[in-house]
């Protein structure tokens, strides 16, 4: 496959469950993006209340103690100095050795550098390791361009710029909307694909209609919420409504973002980073990926590639990646294609040791483009 794959087939729902009154949160949604009354506010409170009914009523993991992985790295971070092509500053942190096998990776929507901290603790004694906050998450401002994905790969070449020498590369690793930097950056700068990138991994991502495919809503809903589903999605991704961490959104969070098995710890560790975003950040941003469209980085990435999903992930369904990795495949730069059973969108945190041996892999494959 080498042309943009076309639109993928939607999931049919069935059956009829009845309705409760458990969503204050996604309720509020509902009134903020204004939804109105009659046929098309039933579908949408249907909907909505199927979703929180599912995330409240998951049997709760077992826990299982903390997971010592995702604590805070040991050593202190060097701040890099970056300002994005408009001028605005971006926060880059780097962990481990100047002189280590470099690898530069950016995180996903609502996420910041901490969703790193698995791959900095595991890879940082040894390798340079760099994170930044992508625009408006963590410490990096939102800034006064409109949102784009090619803002995204613009922010990333930026980076690029400035942490990878002159005569070294990087592996490249980005997750869910990083990933869709790294696209962007493709798409965009074909040029700097060979020069900056020793390898790519990208993790729980898509190229092309993100919305079009989310895998949130429950299954079972009634025929008439169908055409109802897409604009829901797009309701919740960018009304800028604030996600306070409570004692109920560890629920939603775990439904949404990770597995129904996932650890404790891991649930915890996610919900807290994802209630920091700002609303606002997150709702640009939502509707920033609304059409989707960086395919022409897949086929610009002339370098091993590795892709990497959960069967359960619900924001980037596994068909993405099954697209991302037949096309790479295709043209000879895959890398590794690695599912992740009983694993959502949080595969680098919620499986971060099967995820952490294809970064070694690569690196250990790859030592003949470490340098220029």
């Known amino acids: 496959m080498t042309d943009r794959p076309s639109r993928f087939e939607h999931t049919q ?15 509020g949604l509902a009134v903020a993006g204004g939804v109105g009354v009659g046929a098309a506010g039933i579908g949408v409170g249907t909907i909505l209340t199927a979703l929180v009914r599912s995330a409240l009523t998951a049997a709760p993991p077992v826990d299982d103690g903390p997971d010592h992985l995702l604590d805070r790295p040991r050593a202190t971070p060097e701040r890099i100095a970056v300002r ?21 990776a950016a995180h996903g929507w609502t996420c910041n550098t901490r969703h790193w901290w698995a791959q900095i603790n595991d890879f940082a004694d040894t390798c340079r390791v760099v994170v930044y906050d992508q625009r408006g998450h963590g410490e990096t401002p939102l800034g006064k361009t409109k949102l784009s994905t090619d803002l995204l790969g ?52 898509a190229a092309v209609e993100i919305m079009q495919n989310l895998a949130v809503i429950p299954e079972g809903l009634p025929r008439f919420t169908r055409p109802l589903e897409y604009a829901v999605g797009r309701m919740i991704a960018t009304t800028p409504l604030p996600l306070p961490h409570t004692t109920v959104s560890p629920k939603m969070a775990q439904y949404i973002a990770l597995n129904t098995q996932a650890r404790p710890a891991h649930v915890e560790f996610c919900d807290r980073m994802i209630s920091e975003c700002p609303a606002v950040a997150r709702a640009r941003w939502g509707a920033a990926m609304l059409d989707l469209d960086v395919w022409q980085g897949v086929l610009n990435l002339t370098v091993p590639t590795a892709v990497v999903v959960g069967t359960d992930d ?36 919620e499986e971060h040791d099967a995820y952490n041996r294809p970064l070694t892999e690569m690196l250990e494959k790859t030592t003949h483009r470490a340098h220029i």
């Open 13 to 27: 729902r069935e059956v009829n469950p009845p309705m409760s009154s458990s969503s204050k949160a996604l309720t």
């Open 154 to 205: 613009s922010d990333l070449q930026s980076v690029l710029q400035a942490v990878v020498p002159p005569d070294r590369r990087a592996i490249i690793a980005g997750h869910s909307m990083g990933g869709m930097s790294v696209l962007a950056w493709a798409a965009n700068h074909p040029s700097s694909v060979d020069r900056f990138a020793r390898g790519v991994v990208l993790t729980s991502t």
């Open 314 to 349: 619900r924001l980037t369904p596994r068909k993405h990646s099954d697209a991302i990795a037949a096309t790479l495949e295709e043209a000879g730069h895959l890398h590794e294609y690695l599912v992740l059973p009983h694993t959502g969108h949080m595969s680098n945190i």
């Open 84 to 104: 994005a092509a408009d001028g605005n500053p971006i926060n880059v942190l780097a962990y481990g050795p100047a002189d280590g096998d470099l690898i530069v």
